[in-house]
Nanobody, 115 residues
Framework: QVRLVESGGGLVQAGGSLRLSCLASGFSDSALGWFRQAPGKEREFVSS???????FYADSVKGRFTISRDYARNTMYLQMNSLKPEDSGVYYCASDLSSGEWDYWGQGTQVTVSS
């Protein structure tokens, strides 16, 4: 059974940092990604890391966010620096086992950046 559990969200002032974690279980390997959704907006892509280690970022977070994964801990991270109020939202992690689609999702963790 695939399971993704996010943690690390919270309230931070603009310019601050947070590190999100996504603990994955139920599969040996997959592409993993971070998405976010602000109130009244559609969910949007933030960053992803493939099985081979290729990394992608949305233009809005390039240079500020860093994605990584620790296979020994079955955990993916998102280090978020220089946070802005527009980074606020619920952050979700997702997995793509092999279908080319983001087919499993976590429950999300709230990030709020105050101005």
């Amino acid at each position: 059974q695939v399971r993704l559990v996010e943690s690390g969200g919270g309230l931070v002032q603009a310019g601050g940092s947070l590190r999100l974690s996504c603990l994955a279980s139920g599969f040996s390997d997959s592409a993993l990604g971070w998405f976010r959704q602000a109130p009244g907006k559609e969910r949007e892509f933030v960053s992803s890391i493939t099985k081979s280690g290729s990394i992608f970022y949305a233009d809005s977070v390039k240079g500020r966010f860093t994605i990584s994964r620790d296979y020994a801990r079955n955990t993916m991270y998102l280090q978020m620096n220089s946070l802005k109020p527009e980074d606020s939202g619920v952050y979700y992690c997702a997995s793509d086992l092999s279908s080319g689609e983001w087919d499993y999702w976590g429950q999300g963790t709230q990030v709020t950046v105050s101005s």
